[in-house]
């Protein structure tokens, strides 16, 4: 199987990413308002900086970064089970680290 990746654009992705990353990470629950939170509502989110990996039209990767000055971090990130190991990560960081020095 496939996967693209996209950018998170609209609060409206929220709780499917949420519950997502509550399969990928059962012992960090998140809840849609602590997400919004993380991405929407801090005043540093850049929609390039939040990717979401799909197959099949679902979620099945997110990585969170943010740029703070001249230091970049990753904030939240997640990978369902059946996909770890098959480069869905990988491709999400490589992704993300890109864009956070090209900013």
Known sequence: MNF???T???VEELPEIAEMLNRSLPFDSITT???KE??????????????????????????????RGEMG???LFGVVPKWLMRGVG????????TRLKQL
């Open 4 to 6: 693209e990746i996209k």
């Open 73 to 75: 971090f990753l904030k």
């Open 8 to 10: 998170l654009n609209s």
């Open 38 to 67: 993380k991405t929407f509502d801090d005043k540093d989110f850049n929609p390039e900086t939040a990717l979401i990996a799909e197959a099949d039209g679902q979620p099945i990767g997110f990585f969170l970064g943010v740029k």
């Open 33 to 35: 308002r602590l997400l």
């Open 90 to 97: 990988s491709a999400l960081l490589l992704r993300i680290e």
